[in-house]
């Protein structure tokens, strides 16, 4: 009896910590979401602020006439979505689409969804739910939408307090019950804007593996996913039956470790479908089977470190493969151009080629080598989608003064990024080892580092020690930190000055004085 009674009285402690715990997890997570609220309204400011900021210089540019017509946009005004996107990375150090879902969740619940904000602050909604509940309602009609996501926050909140934990088909289910009842086009909108947004991407993974994302409607996702199943299917029983026939005749063992699931099976259905078996059979003389198709690879191939190493091998946006996988590559093309570039920095630059614009074919191939990606901070757009731009600005008129077209005054920028950097107020500096380091007008000091296989080449070849300085190298005009002065530099300049001006007007304290000059790294 004793016993029992200890036994009850350790459960009731045990549960009473238990339960304690679970409370406390309830308290950080509502202020979690209370904390995600703040946040999102702050990213909304910051929106506002930088459309503020640019309708400010349309205004001053003569651009936008609140009484008259609107005249045809500069090029080199930038989307304030995008200025705002950039200064968040600069301040939180997040991904770029990190960043752009942030500002787009945020202007759409603060201007749109008023109720899941408020929901969001009282702590009862998290911020996964509220985007959700954002995208089931994107196409509802504006005249009713305040309605409608208010009456969804009512449901959801009141099923929280009464004790119901509803998952996420529930909640779905009932807010398109909900549109139904108000505009039963909204529904059908979505569905079909969402039949649009279909799309096939490549993530480069690690180990030589990538991830092929494919984003596709429903009947089309089950008809692919059931061919490849029943090939699966079809392997696993060949594989079964030579199994068996192996064990019969005393060659095999009853249990492999080693055999092929069916997953695996699945992705080989899928290889094989598009790229071919590799068969050189394959082909309109042997029915049954099809033609592979004229697939031709690009393939970079880097010499070894050290002797006895195997080479790299390096696909775009696949990145590096092992030469097993290169062989299987090949077995499976009609050809394939294969480069084997020094890489050595600077082994593509030449005197002639410093002093013209525009960059060769080999010195941009060996610049996306190097970078791997975008190297604005935050983006991770695969350098074969990059332009190759100028650091330090080409001089047009003195091309012997201006930034030259070396490897060291070169960097992959996505389109975006590109124009952000040639009408934006940052400053950009390009150190010898590939390293780029900006200074935001916000006062963020932010540095990226190449990432394709050359900079990774170099790294490894280096064991993490520095290369001896060339001579000369520090009085060379392209390395400067500081950018040389253009047309769009010299305008951002005034336009910067004039604003602090007007500023210190308002304010009534006298001029404001700073030097236009970018600040020394």
């Not at 060949?238 to 005749?249: N, Q, T």
Request: with cysteine; charged share 25%.
């Amino acid at each position: 009896m004793a016993h029992r009674e200890g036994v009850r009285q350790v459960a009731t402690e045990r549960g009473s910590g238990i339960g304690a715990a679970g409370m406390a997890a309830l308290d950080a997570l509502r202020a979690e979401n209370r904390a995600a609220a703040a946040r999102l309204r702050a990213c909304h400011e910051l929106l506002e602020l930088c459309e503020e900021e640019q309708l400010v210089r349309d205004l001053e540019a003569g651009y936008y006439d609140p009484d008259g017509p609107e005249r045809p946009r500069d090029p080199a005004i930038l989307d304030p979505f995008v200025v705002a996107c950039a200064e968040l990375v600069a301040a939180y150090g997040v991904h770029h689409h990190r960043a752009s879902a942030m500002l787009s969740l945020a202007r759409d619940l603060v201007t749109g969804f008023p109720a899941i904000v408020e929901a969001m602050e009282s702590g009862l909604l998290d911020e996964r739910t509220a985007g959700m509940l954002v995208r089931q309602m994107r196409t509802v009609d504006p005249s009713v939408l305040d309605a409608v996501h208010r009456l969804v926050v009512d449901w959801l909140l009141d099923s929280i307090e009464s004790g119901e934990r509803p998952g996420r088909n529930a909640i779905l289910a009932k807010t398109d019950s909900i549109i139904a009842a108000f505009d039963p086009e909204g529904v059908r909108a979505r569905c079909t804007a969402a039949a649009r947004e279909r799309r096939v991407s490549v993530r480069r993974g690690v180990d030589g593996m990538s991830e092929l994302r494919a984003h596709l409607t429903s009947t089309e996702a089950t008809a692919i996913h059931d061919v490849l199943e029943g090939a699966a299917r079809e392997r696993l029983d060949r594989a079964k039956e030579a199994r068996i026939d192996a064990v019969l005749r005393g060659t095999g063992q009853p249990y492999d470790p080693h055999a092929r699931t069916r997953a695996e099976h699945r992705a080989d259905a899928l290889v094989d479908a598009i790229l071919g078996t590799g068969d050189q059979s394959d082909g309109p003389d042997h029915p049954g089977t099809a033609p592979a198709p004229r697939i031709r690879p690009t393939i970079t191939i880097l010499a070894p470190r050290t002797p006895g190493e195997e080479p790299e091998v390096y696909l775009p946006r696949g990145g590096p493969a092992s030469i097993d996988a290169l062989i299987a590559l090949l077995a499976r093309s009609v050809g394939a151009h294969i480069s084997l570039p020094d890489p050595e920095a600077g082994a593509a630059d030449s005197a002639a080629g410093a002093r013209r614009y525009r960059i060769s074919a080999e010195l941009a191939r060996r610049i996306r080598l190097r970078d791997g990606t975008c190297r604005h901070p935050g983006c991770s757009v695969p350098a074969e989608d990059c332009d190759v731009d100028h650091v330090v600005p080409f001089d047009h008129s003195d091309p012997g003064h201006g930034g030259q077209t070396v490897e060291a005054n070169l960097m992959c920028l996505c389109r975006s990024h590109h124009r952000f950097k040639t009408f934006h107020t940052w400053y950009y500096q390009l150190l010898r080892d590939g390293t780029l380091v900006i200074a935001t007008e916000s006062g963020h000091t932010i540095t990226t580092h190449p990432d394709g296989p050359l900079a990774q080449w170099r790294d490894r070849t280096r064991n993490g020690s520095e290369p001896p300085p060339e001579p000369g190298s520090a009085e060379r005009p392209w390395l400067r930190p500081r950018p040389l002065s253009t047309y769009w530099y010299r305008r951002a300049c005034r336009l910067a000055a004039e604003r602090r001006e007007n500023a210190a007007a308002a304010r009534d304290d006298g001029p404001d004085v700073h030097d236009h000059d970018p600040p020394p790294f």
